[in-house]
T-cell receptor, first 115, second 109 residues
């Protein structure tokens, strides 16, 4: 079974530019999550999709961040315009169930550097 | 106050040693508890879920104390391959995971 796939693995952009991150969850997983780790801090929740619907976007830092999941398959996270503080590692995760004991499978992340 | 607090370490232990990590969580309504392992520049990977009765998986033992809001992980007979960052993770509500900053372990030959 293919895991959660993210690309690009690395992205270096200038402040003010736009970047789009992509996540392909495990096939059949309705739940898709975005998390972010900025340097020196813990991994933090950004948002959660159930199929194509946003279930919870309380972690999105501001309106420069836009996430979509068209058709309930892959998801994109766009940052426009990027700021220096957006640098960090963006992880996507997916899960099949809300089983309380079930963890999530994470992708290998996109390392974003804004210069 | 952070949702999940962990001692960042680092913990440097010799091969074969027993090492314990602890974490505390602030939300008494938290429902699910996990330990994840993260290798350098890799994604977090689920190590084990943590149950109130305590659970063991080989050399790894996890315990949960709901009254004290405290979670622990014990690693026995440490191997070089155990070197990694161990993340204490708590789920509150239906879907939101809260991570600790992680405890870094280095097992020395």
């Amino acid at each position: 079974e293919a895991g959660v796939t993210q690309f690009p693995s690395h992205s270096v952009i200038e402040k003010g530019q736009t970047v789009t991150l992509r996540c392909d969850p495990i096939s059949g997983h309705d739940n898709l999550y975005w998390y972010r780790r900025v340097m020196g801090k813990e991994i933090k929740f950004l948002l959660h999709f159930v199929k194509e619907s946003k279930q919870d976007e309380s972690g999105m830092p501001n309106n420069r961040f836009l996430a979509e999941r068209t058709g309930g398959t892959y998801s994109t996270l766009k940052v426009q315009p990027a700021e220096l503080e957006d640098s960090g590692v963006y992880f996507c995760a997916s899960s099949q169930t809300f089983d309380r004991g079930y963890g999530y499978t994470f992708g290998s992340g996109t390392r974003l550097t804004v210069v | 106050r952070k949702e999940v607090e962990q001692d960042p370490g680092p913990f440097n232990v010799p091969e074969g040693a027993t090492v314990a990590f602890n974490c505390t969580y602030s939300n008494s309504a938290s429902q699910s508890f996990f330990w994840y392992r993260q290798d350098c520049r890799k994604e977090p990977k689920l190590l084990m879920s943590v149950y109130s009765s305590g659970n063991e998986d080989g050399r790894f033992t996890a315990q949960l104390n709901r009254a004290s809001q405290y979670i622990s992980l014990l690693i026995r007979d440490s191997k070089l391959s155990d070197s990694a960052t161990y993340l204490c993770v708590v789920r509150t509500g239906a879907n939101n995971l809260f991570f600790g900053t992680g405890t870094r372990l280095t097992v020395i030959p």
